[in-house]
């Protein structure tokens, strides 16, 4: 009889620690710290912030290293707008892991967003002792100074960016950005220039090139790269957009026409091409099928200022 007794309390030990064990193995009667963090992302997908946060602080809470939680919290705090909290996350996340520069990017961003530029700086050089070879966090200080009117700290910046990886096509379009709000044209055009030079397959940097003549008046000059744009992409929505505008300024309305309509064929959901193509239309009596444009567009934006404005484009034309 004592033998059983010990037998049944030997059991109830068993089980009780293997409840325990369990319990820490599944880290909570509601699941593994995985299981929340599934849980916390698909609720993220349906832009359901609360209670996303709620599933990554179950998360945290049962593993204090789930770097994962972390980051994601810290995505949906600053959806739902809630940048302090944000920043929280990401000093975390940076204690956790503090030789990944991408955190520091992060942080520096949300900083930034909350102009808070000198905290961003300091985050930013931060990131630059890590990794002094990388031109990242150079091109992001630059464009910090420029936001703070800092010309000459904003082109040391983007320059150093530059030396440090001069095949990078997108430095110079940060440095020529800079030029052009300093009307240093001469200067953005050789940048511009540059970045077709390392990269001259991309044809974004073709159509960056094309406004910049355009706005210089160059109109040969600016029509030659669009054309180019175009022959490197021939589904280029924004190029053809362009270049309609730039027919239209030149006069020529049936190539403006043309050139919107085949943004229309490339993205029938997009309106810039319909508002275009409808004021060359209206401008040139076409008034059907400047009304019908309008009236697309108005089924495909949910701009209650925007609707108005095109409601009385259309009763302008009746």
């Given amino acids: 009889m004592k033998r059983s007794g010990l037998l049944f309390i030997s059991i109830g030990v068993i089980v009780i620690l293997s409840s325990i064990t369990l319990f820490f193995i599944t880290g909570s009667p509601g699941g593994t710290p995985t299981d929340h963090f599934q849980k916390g992302e698909a609720l993220f997908a349906q832009q359901k912030w609360d209670e996303a946060i709620e599933e990554y602080t179950k998360v945290i809470a049962l593993d204090r290293r789930f770097i994962s939680a972390y980051r994601r919290r810290a995505e949906a705090y600053r959806n739902k707008g809630d940048i302090d909290a944000a920043i929280f996350n990401y000093k975390k996340i940076i204690e956790l892991d503090p030789e990944n520069i991408d955190n520091r990017f992060q942080l520096a961003s949300l900083y ?10 300091a985050t930013l050089k931060k990131a630059m002792e890590i990794d002094p070879k990388n031109p990242f966090p150079f091109q992001r200080t ?38 052009l709000g300093r009307a240093e044209y001469d200067k953005a055009l050789a940048d511009y220039s540059q970045a077709i030079r390392v990269d001259p397959s991309n044809e974004g940097l073709y159509l960056t090139r094309a406004n910049f003549y355009v706005q210089r008046k160059s109109y040969d000059l600016a029509m030659s790269n669009y054309d180019k744009a175009i022959q490197l992409n021939p589904k280029y929505y924004e190029a053809y957009v362009a270049r309609g505008r730039l027919y239209h300024t030149l006069e020529d309305s049936q190539k403006a026409i043309a050139d919107f309509t085949k943004a229309i064929q490339i993205n029938p959901k997009r309106i810039e091409a319909y508002g275009a193509r409808a004021e060359i239309c209206a ?26 404005q095109l409601r009385q484009k259309i009763e302008e034309l009746k």
């Fill in 112 to 121: 930034s967003s909350r102009g808070d530029n000198y905290s961003a700086l």
């Fill in 142 to 179: 630059g464009d910090i100074y420029a936001a703070m009117g800092r010309y000459q700290d904003a082109l040391a910046s983007y320059s150093k960016a530059i030396d440090l990886a001069p095949s990078l096509a997108g430095l110079y379009l940060s440095r020529a950005g800079l030029y």
């Fill in 283 to 308: 401008s040139e009596n076409m008034k059907t099928r400047a009304i019908n444009d309008y009236l697309k567009m108005i089924s495909l934006t949910t701009d209650e200022n925007l609707i108005a």
